[in-house]
């Protein structure tokens, strides 16, 4: 009797017409990465602003293209904070010193939006965690 | 100067600055006498980038990194020649940042040979520089050297003219990955001017130019590029030594392409990536170059520094000052033919730290 119940379950599934949890079209993939750019586009938008800091600085002065930022290599022991720490640690340590502003909640859009744009800048360099 | 500069640090550094600056000059002898080519040196300070916030307020990093260049070339001994401002005193090309650099480089009691730098030129297309620092292309001879300042940061006309607002045209070209950038030319006004200007110079006299781009291609993404540099480079052909020192790129970089010896100054104010570290786009990195250590963020001044040229026979051996670092010295190898670092040219006697990624 449960079987029959689950098979009947199953069929009314198929006649409502409903995908497979697993089942995604081009449309959706394009609609996904057209998501993840506009994120990667504001977070480029906000490496290359003032806003983040106060006195004008912004993180392009000293990372063109997001260069140098290698986050590929976190989380990793960074020995200035003695501890093993993500890239959205030292994106506050640079706002908080060279910008000398206030670090962004670990939780804001705006952290998620500049760890977009540097990951993707860095695209097709294998994971090294830990690397120095 | 504030917090990590206490008075017994600072009297240590410059005590190991003027140690450095003066062993390697008593080992060479420099002769002070009438011979045609007499010994010398000159001091470097380049891209210092003085950003002005607000009223009497300026980045203090950048003002540090200034100060503490000037406090140190000022200790030199003996005495350098003259001083080479690379180019870049200014983040935006605001007066407030340029008078505030003039300023601080007064302290200076040597001769400055100031070369325009792209932040210092496209808010108000070089006209307070002109009209109160230097010329844009002018030279000079110095104990049987040529010495030449070019102008290399000028660009294509349908690149300045789409601006109405000069401070949008400065942030323009201000933004190093700009997508929109435009590359730098010397422009056929300047190779025109460098023409005139090296026609009574004989092929046996050396010549040393002064620009703030490399004269040669690099990676065009970051502007470590001039576009017209071959015709440059045509133009310096015929002299048998001849040497480019340029500002801009905030590292260390030298080469050799044909007759011309080009090396690069530091910066100041902060250290740029080297162009190989952005994997999207290819770079003609050169390969002699062996690289300074990778600057740790922790340490503000590591990465920056200024440097100091010594000048035997027409050679240039240049010697860099990092200032979280061990010096480096590169010299015109006569045997190879270009320019080798003193310490670190085999591949087997670099330090992990040289290595970037």
Known sequence: MKRYFALLLMLAFFAGGKALADEFTKEDLKKWHEAFMKVVEEGEKLFHSPTLGKNKVSCDMCHPNAANTHPETYPKFQKQ??????????????????????????????????EAYITWERRGVPLAPGKH | MKKKLTRRSFLKKVAVAGVAATAPLKLVEVVYGAQKHEKFTFAVISDAHLTHIKGTKFV???????????????FMDPRPDFVV?????????????????????????LPIKFVIGEHDFYLDMGEYW?????????????????????NSILTYRSWIDQFKDPMERMLGMARLDNPKGSPFIVGEEGRKWLKKDLSKVSPDTPVIVFTHSPLYKIFKPWNF???????????????????????????????????????????TAWPWPYPPTYTQKPNNFPKITVMMNRADPFHERDGTGWSWAEVADGRVTH?????ENTPRTVYYDEKLGHPVDKDYQDPAKRIPPQFHY
């Open chain 1, 81 to 114: 904070l003695g501890k093993v720490v993500g890239l959205r640690d030292m994106i506050n340590w640079c706002i908080q010193n060279p910008l000398e502003g206030e670090p962004l909640p670990l939780d804001d859009p705006r952290l998620i939006a500049l």
């Open chain 2, 60 to 74: 203090r990093n950048f003002d540090e990194g200034l100060e503490r260049a000037i406090t140190e070339v000022s």
């Open chain 2, 85 to 109: 401002f690379g180019g870049d005193l200014a983040q935006l090309g605001k007066k407030e940042e340029l008078d505030h650099g003039l300023e601080m480089l007064s302290k200076l009691d």
């Open chain 2, 130 to 150: 002109q009209k109160h620092i230097a010329p844009l292309n002018y030279s000079f001879d110095h104990k049987g050297v040529h010495f030449v300042v070019l």
């Open chain 2, 225 to 267: 590029w001039t576009d017209d540099a071959e015709k440059v480079q045509a133009i310096l052909s015929r002299f048998k030594k001849v040497t480019v020192m340029h500002g801009h790129v905030h590292q260390i970089i030298y080469n050799q392409i044909g007759n011309i010896t080009f090396y690069a100054f530091l910066s």
């Open chain 2, 319 to 323: 010697h860099y000052e990092l200032w």
